[in-house]
């Protein structure tokens, strides 16, 4: 019977595995006791029909005595291993099981087994055998060209997705069951260990050749995860676009071979996303930041869709990529608004000449991008908790912008209130123009156009930082003007105080309509708590001003300091650009 000595059966092999990537599965279990010696006698088969017959491990165990006589047996063994590796051939290329082709196969494993145990036994070169000892690496290689021949390369001109097709039946026809039931079970493991490795060599050079191509890796990685690691029920957009690629080839392939694989994958498209995400936020910033003063449109609306698209960019391949680009895109967009509180500061202060208000248009930007991330994480939970930092970031821009106009704003009040009621100047207001003239010509704040972030409407939002920003422009305003005119009214003498009245009337009456006219309703009247120093029926003098400021500073907290109003250190060559500005506009 052929596969094994004569007096005893074939022997049922099972590879040892071992981590060599060129060595056969080398041990075979194997019985315990010596393997017995076949010599030719008178009554035995001849040499040529043992090894026509499949009796491999015979007709090597004959020529064994030759050998160790000192004959050249090589061109016997080659004999021998032509014919084994035609019997390999055959259980690859043939088209079912047979009886006889298994037994064929298994005096293949127990020959090469017995070549191995007689190398280690003589410690010593391999024998003058044409080869035996290499029989198992021949065996390796034979297994593996099959594979290598079984799974296509992507050509030159294969689109990814039929080369992807090419690669499903490949896996079919290469593992099917007709191949494994031919194999039997030992070679069937060895040979598909090589087809997992060919077939992730192959994967892992279209990881290559896709290079920074997003879109490509988005279809190879679609395809390992529905073709490696699909669960049966999970729907995915691969599994509702599927076309030619039926039955699932996943169950036919170990998973654990492409872990590696898959997660270098999921690295590479998070990276892609991000690279492509942080491109086109760095686009927006540079236009807002160059072109803030012409652009109709806030150019900062277009962040939020920006960021759900690069979350949308992963949503139909399913988890876990999808949470990890959703980190990312939180992640990135605090990244970005750190970029944007440093660049914010150098715009600010490059932008704030007379006239312009660069502030205002930072605070716009800062009530879209507050809103931008409520949006974001409304429905979504983030694997960082990056709100505190996020909200303290966009609050620190806030302050900054707030802080930055009111040193120009006080300069310049205190600069025109200096003379003003010793010379009854009546266009006060008028020369105070300048920051409410900065505001109607800042776009992202008076927009007529409504757009949208849902579900609230973004120029509400824009609306409410104008407001308090006016609220503290008009409190640096007013306050200053409160003082100056106590301070004016010490060095009067109290009979005088009444030729002030008019024009005080008249400026407060336009601070009023330009109060009003902002949305600043806190002093819609500041024409009646400044006239009470004019109404009142006590004796007038230093302490009765000094008593009428307390109480306003009481009613009013904020616009009147506790203490002398410190004079600003604003260059004094600005503050006359600032006079020359207002002088053009009054």
């Known amino acids: 019977m052929p596969g094994g000595t004569r007096g005893n059966s074939a022997r049922a092999v099972l590879p040892s595995w071992h981590s060599g990537s060129q060595g056969f599965p080398g041990r075979f279990l194997r019985n315990k006791r010596p393997h017995d010696v076949f010599h030719l006698t008178e009554n035995s088969k001849g040499f040529l029909e043992l090894v026509q017959d499949g009796w491999f491990l015979e007709a090597c165990q004959s020529i064994s005595r030759l050998e160790e006589e000192g004959q050249n047996c090589g061109a016997q063994y080659e004999a021998v291993a032509r014919s084994m590796w035609q019997v390999v051939q055959q259980a690859l290329d043939g088209t079912g099981p047979s009886q006889e082709l298994e037994q064929k196969l298994r005096a293949v494993l127990a020959t090469v087994e017995w070549t191995q145990d007689q190398h280690e036994r003589r410690k010593a070169s391999a024998p003058q055998d044409g080869g035996v000892a290499t029989w198992a690496g021949q065996l390796n290689k034979l297994l593996r060209n099959d594979a290598e021949t079984q799974v296509p390369t992507l050509g030159p001109k294969d689109q990814l997705d039929l080369y992807l097709e090419k690669l499903d039946k490949a896996v079919r026809q290469g593992l099917g069951s007709p191949r494994a039931s031919r194999l039997g079970t030992c070679l069937w493991e060895v040979y598909r260990m090589y087809f997992h490795e060919v077939l992730l060599g192959r994967l892992s050079e279209?990881?290559?050749?896709?290079?920074?191509?997003?879109?490509?890796?988005?279809?190879?990685?679609?395809?390992?995860?529905?073709?490696?690691?699909?669960?049966?029920?999970?729907?995915?957009?691969?599994?509702a676009c599927r076309t030619s690629w039926e039955p699932v080839v996943g169950h036919l392939l170990d998973p654990l071979m492409f872990v590696t694989w898959m997660s270098q994958m999921q690295q590479m498209l998070v990276g892609l996303i991000q690279e492509e995400l942080r491109k086109h936020l760095d686009r927006v910033l540079f236009y807002d930041l160059k072109k803030w003063a012409q652009c109709s449109h806030p150019t900062f609306l277009d962040v939020f869709q920006l960021l759900e698209e690069g979350m949308n960019?992963?949503?139909?391949?399913?988890?876990?990529?999808?949470?990890?680009?959703?980190?990312?895109?939180?992640?990135?967009?605090?990244?970005?608004?750190?970029?944007?509180?440093?660049?914010?500061?150098?715009?600010?202060?490059?932008?704030?000449?007379?006239?312009?208000?660069?502030?205002?248009?930072?605070?716009?930007?800062?009530?879209?991008?507050?809103e931008t991330w409520q949006e974001l994480t409304q429905k979504r939970d983030p694997l960082v908790d990056l709100g505190p930092c996020v909200q303290g970031t966009i609050h620190d821009i806030e302050d900054h912008s707030r802080d930055h106009p009111l040193p120009r704003v006080r300069a310049l009040c205190q600069s025109l209130l200096r003379d003003h009621f010793g010379q009854k100047n009546k266009g006060l207001v008028?020369?105070?123009?300048?920051?409410?003239?900065?505001?109607?010509?800042?776009?992202?704040?008076?927009?007529?156009?409504?757009?949208?972030?849902?579900?609230?409407?973004?120029?509400?939002?824009?609306?409410?930082?104008?407001q308090r920003t006016m609220r503290r422009l008009h409190m640096v305003v007013f306050g200053e003007y409160v003082v100056a005119l106590a301070t004016h009214l010490k060095m009067l003498e109290p009979r005088r105080w009444e030729g002030l009245q008019h024009q005080v009337q008249t400026d407060t009456r336009a601070l009023h309509n330009i109060f009003t006219k902002h949305r600043d309703l806190s002093l819609a009247h500041p024409k009646e708590p400044i006239m009470e120093i004019f109404q009142s029926t006590e004796n007038k003098n230093k302490e009765t001003v000094d008593d009428w400021l307390a109480s306003f500073r009481d009613r009013f907290p904020g616009y009147v300091s506790t203490q002398d109003q410190p004079r600003s250190s604003v260059d004094l060559e600005e503050i006359k650009v600032y006079r020359r500005s207002c002088c053009r506009c009054c």
């Open 206 to 239: 279209l990881t290559q050749s896709c290079g920074a191509d997003l879109k490509s890796c988005q279809v190879l990685y679609t395809w390992g995860k529905t073709n490696l690691f699909e669960q049966p029920g999970r729907e995915t957009l691969a599994k």
């Open 313 to 370: 960019a992963a949503h139909p391949m399913g988890l876990p990529i999808s949470s990890q680009v959703q980190g990312m895109v939180l992640e990135t967009f605090s990244d970005f608004l750190k970029s944007y509180q440093q660049k914010a500061v150098g715009f600010i202060q490059q932008n704030a000449v007379a006239g312009a208000f660069p502030e205002l248009h930072v605070l716009a930007n800062c009530c879209i991008l507050r």
């Open 430 to 466: 008028g020369a105070l123009q300048f920051p409410w003239q900065g505001l109607e010509g800042c776009p992202t704040v008076h927009s007529t156009a409504t757009y949208e972030l849902s579900p609230r409407p973004l120029h509400l939002f824009v609306l409410l930082g104008e």
